[in-house]
Structures are given as C-alpha cells and as structure tokens.
T-cell receptor, first 115, second 111 residues
Framework: DTEVTQTPKHLVMGMTNKKSLKCEQHMGHRAMYWYKQKAKKPPELMFVYSYEKLSINESVPSRFSPECPNSSLLNLHLHALQPEDSALYLC??????????????FGEGSRLTVL | ELKVEQNPLFLSMQEEKNYTIYCNYSTTSDRLYWYRQDPGKSLESLFVLLSNGAVKQEGRLMASLDTKARLSTLHITAAVHDLSATYFCAVDTGNTGKLIFGQGTTLQVKP
C-alpha cells in the first residue's frame, strides 16, 4: 500500500461551520504534513507532525487546528474559516521523521470552498 | 530565506520538440524534487535528486542537479500531448520535509 488517502475530496462550508479534513496512510511513515495550495500557485507548508508530535506550525491561523491521533492518521479541523481559505489542501507523508524526512508522498487533496 | 525560481513559467511547445525547464535556488541544498500536477489533481513525484551531478531519466523526461550552481534542469525530449501539465521543482534544505516549491511551469504541448 503506497497511498495517502484524503477525505473528503470536495468540501463546501459556510463561515460558521465546523468541519474536518482527514488523511490516512498505512506505509509506516513517521512524519505527516499539511500543505495548502491556492489556484495557480505552488503548495505551501502549514503543519508537520513528526512521530505524532507537532513539529512545525508555519504561523497558521488558529481557525485551522491539526490533530494526529496516531501514526497513520492526520486530521485538520476547520472552524470559522474565511472565503480566502478556499484552496486545495494536500496531505503528505514521509518515511522518517523531521530529521531525515526523505521523499514526500502526497494524497489526492481535499478541495475546500468557503462560502 | 530560501527562494526557488523556475523559468519559464509557461511553455507552449509543439509535439516532437525538445525543451528545458530551469530551477534555481538560493541556498545550499542537496535534495531536490520534481513533481507533476495535472489540473485539479495532486502532486505526482517524478524525480528525487540527492547529490551533485545526479541525473535521472524516465521516458521523455530527464532531470539533473548541479548543487554548485544551485540549478536543476528538467529536459523534455520529443514532447507529446500527454506531457501537458504543471511541473514544480521543490527544495528541502534540511531534509525535514519542509519543501519550498518553485512557482511551477505550465507546459502545453500542441499537436
């Protein structure tokens, strides 16, 4: 199994809603990542979990709340988002933790629209 | 601060032609990645370049890395329509998984 699985693939939410994005991998990878990609722009790192601990937060607003329940799962909890948060949210994983991460494997992404 | 710059940002080419995409980065790194992205899709890993002078080829695509010049190239040989996509290079200076991406090069191959 060499896949990173993200759900849902599409999500539409209002600014007062609470929703979550989910990411799962069963490759035994020890680091997991959230990247955000706006249309026609490169991906930008949001968070890194290494060995289930939050290791990097790229000054992301608190309306985005990551969670890593175990080494295979990564969630991104969304609350009180703004329309400018509409984007493709990409989850990725790497075999090793923060030091010596190696190649990243990306999921298919969750396309979020905030109305 | 690490900066990664690609050029050109847009490339329209005829089938069977050759062309090169360039990726320059501003600080020392020996870990560079090339990804392909189709519209509305995720990132597909193409090449992982880990050392100076590394050269990798897959089909009509060949990537190389010159760490002294801080330059990577992605060469396209005899382009076909199926290669139409956006190509990103990305640099990981500390091998942390914190990738800094170039702006992307949108390749359009016309019949």
């Amino acid at each position: 199994d060499t896949e990173v699985t993200q759900t849902p693939k599409h999500l539409v939410m209002g600014m007062t809603n609470k929703k979550s994005l989910k990411c799962e991998q069963h490759m035994g990878h020890r680091a997991m990542y959230w990247y955000k990609q706006k249309a026609k722009k490169p991906p930008e790192l949001m968070f890194v979990y290494s060995y289930e601990k939050l290791s990097i937060n790229e000054s992301v607003p608190s309306r985005f709340s990551p969670e890593c329940p175990n080494s295979s799962l990564l969630n991104l909890h969304l609350h009180a988002l703004q329309p400018e948060d509409s984007a493709l949210y990409l989850c990725a994983s790497s075999l090793k933790g923060l030091s010596g991460a190696g190649e990243l494997f990306f999921g298919e992404g969750s396309r979020l629209t905030v109305l | 601060e690490l900066k990664v710059e690609q050029n050109p940002l847009f490339l329209s080419m005829q089938e069977e032609k050759n062309y090169t995409i360039y990726c320059n980065y501003s600080t020392t790194s020996d870990r560079l990645y090339w990804y392909r992205q189709d519209p509305g899709k995720s990132l597909e890993s193409l090449f992982v370049l880990l050392s100076n002078g590394a050269v990798k080829q897959e089909g009509r695509l060949m990537a190389s890395l010159d760490t002294k010049a801080r330059l990577s190239t992605l060469h396209i040989t005899a382009a076909v329509h199926d290669l139409s996509a956006t190509y990103f290079c990305a640099v990981d200076t500390g091998n942390t998984g914190k990738l800094i991406f170039g702006q992307g090069t949108t390749l359009q191959v016309k019949p």
